[in-house]
């Protein structure tokens, strides 16, 4: 069974500060990892993806993630917040054998001016 | 393309009715998905196919039927609808296995 996990429910940073959503996942092959935003009454849109290659992942909006194999791990970042990124983020992982996603509970992202 | 559409927007149903929600892609894309995200909580996936004809089971399909006639349409049935079925249903679709999910703009369902 595959399962992603997101730490924290809220992250709060102020504008210009970097900032860091934290996912974590279980598989038992090969993953495959997403970002996702989801801004209010709006369907998901998606941010970036890791299916192999090099472990760092660059996305829309200036976000960038960093698949780490060891930890288990795809945190989402970004050098410098905008208030404009204030929005509910999903992680999800699949598996490359498989057809699904499973999502994770989300983290809401605070940015303050 | 319009991409994913999904009607209708909002919709408030009385316990035991029931209905569907309409789903279609332009995309061409073989693998289409039924969501729902209950207040602040992760999506569940409720049913998916891969392909005409085909479809299977995610991990809430209690109470929900689909179908897959058309590449195009991936409609959700809701019969004898309960307030444990409020909640908003998101349809996504997708070419490929490991490719990206594109997701539509949601319908909120409230049943009273």
């Known amino acids: 069974a595959q399962s992603v996990a997101q730490p924290e429910d809220q992250v709060n940073v102020a504008e210009g500060n970097p900032l860091t959503v934290k996912c974590t996942y279980s598989?038992?092959?090969?993953?495959?990892l997403f970002w996702y935003v989801q801004y209010p009454n709006r369907g998901l849109q998606f941010l970036l993806k890791?299916?192999?290659?090099?472990?760092l992942v660059k996305g829309s909006y200036g976000f960038e993630a960093e698949f780490n194999k060891s930890q288990t791990s795809f945190h989402l970042k970004k050098p410098s917040a905008l208030v404009s990124d204030s929005a509910l983020y999903f992680c999800?992982?699949?598996?490359?054998?498989?057809?699904?996603?499973?999502f994770g509970g989300g983290t809401r992202l605070m940015v303050k001016p | 393309n319009a991409g994913v559409t999904q009607t209708p927007k909002f919709r408030i149903l009385k316990i035991g009715q029931s209905m569907t929600l309409q789903c279609t892609q332009d995309?061409?894309?073989?693998?289409m998905y039924w969501y729902r995200q209950d207040p602040g909580m992760g999506l569940k996936l409720i049913y998916y196919?891969?392909?005409?004809?085909?479809?299977d089971k995610g991990e809430v399909p209690n109470g929900y039927n689909v179908s897959r006639s058309t590449t195009e349409d991936f409609p959700l049935r809701l019969e004898l609808a309960a307030p444990s079925q409020t909640s908003v249903y998101f349809c996504?679709?997708?070419?490929?296995?490991?490719?990206?999910?594109?997701f539509g703009p949601g319908t909120r369902l409230l049943v009273l």
């Open positions: 996504a679709s997708r070419t490929f296995r490991l490719e990206t999910q594109y």
């Open positions: 598989v038992s092959g090969n993953p495959y």
């Open positions: 890791y299916i192999s290659g090099d472990n």
């Open positions: 999800a992982v699949g598996e490359n054998a498989g057809n699904m996603l499973t």
């Open positions: 995309m061409n894309h073989n693998y």
């Open positions: 196919s891969v392909g005409a004809g085909i479809t």
